[in-house]
């Protein structure tokens, strides 16, 4: 019913910055909250950032804290995420999740809806 496609992955150098972008379509009056989380190599999915559909709450995990930024497209139906200062740490396969059920906005398990990402590398 929701449908999210990334956008904006590639390959940078350590330091750089890179703007990801998340296209929202179907269904998006039932969405509370959409969130950014990365894959990386060999490891389990985990959470980057969150905001409220509305925009008005934004929520980060640790090492995204003074980097990244996640933000809305008012005008339309596009969530972003800005990164900077990006490390070789940060590679992987960035994900937009759409979430519905309003509570635990950094809790991939809590999340409906997903893309199929867009990979990031980072190189030192």
């Not at 934004?58 to 930024?69: I, P």
């Amino acid at each position: 019913q929701v449908r999210l496609e990334e956008s904006g992955g590639g390959s940078v150098e350590a330091g750089g910055s890179l703007r990801l972008s998340c296209a929202a379509s179907g269904h998006t009056s039932s969405i509370y909250a959409v969130g950014w989380f990365r894959q990386p190599p060999g490891k389990e999915r985990e959470s980057v950032a969150a905001i409220s559909w509305m925009g008005s709450r934004k929520y980060y995990s640790e090492f995204a804290k003074g980097r990244f930024a996640i933000s809305r497209d008012n005008a339309g139906n596009t969530l972003y995420l800005d990164m900077n200062n990006l490390q070789p740490e940060d590679t992987g396969v960035y994900y937009c999740a759409a979430n519905e059920r309003g509570s635990d906005y950094l809790n991939p398990s809590n999340y409906d809806y997903w893309g199929r990402g867009t990979q990031v590398t980072v190189s030192s």
